[in-house]
């Protein structure tokens, strides 16, 4: 059974950098598009940025603005995402999510699996 474990969320400062990372097990990770999500409170989930199986491409969302930087480790099972310069209305829980055959997909209907979310919380 895939689980997709975040990590590094928490409470920080508007424009500082800060590191997301996802940890994969109990499948193949590199047969995974990988993507990552958010949801701020009252809103829709949105994609921010996701990237191929073997990192060879990335695809990030028009309308997120960052930037941001998604990359992943085949040998360590890891995705991360940075965010360069935190803004307020970054504060969302941020999702990792794993894919099997599927394009660099911004859909999140196409993804099968999820972690359960890290918090962030942008404050000025």
């Known amino acids: 059974q895939v689980q997709l474990v975040e990590s590094g969320g928490g409470l920080a400062l508007a424009g500082s950098p800060l590191t997301l990372s996802c940890t994969f097990s109990g499948g193949t990770f590199d047969r995974n598009v990988m993507g990552w999500f958010r949801q701020a409170p009252g809103k829709e989930r949105e994609f921010i940025a996701s990237i191929s199986e073997f990192g060879t491409n990335t695809k990030y969302s028009y309308s997120v603005k960052g930037p941001f930087t998604i990359s992943r480790d085949n040998t360590k099972n890891t995705v991360t995402l940075q965010i360069h310069s935190l803004k307020r209305e970054d504060t969302a829980v941020y999702y990792c999510?794993?894919?099997?055959?599927?394009?660099?997909?911004?859909?999140?209907?196409?993804?099968?699996?999820w972690g359960q979310g890290t918090q962030v919380t942008v404050s000025s």
């Open positions: 999510a794993a894919g099997r055959w599927i394009p660099l997909s911004a859909t999140s209907s196409q993804y099968e699996y």
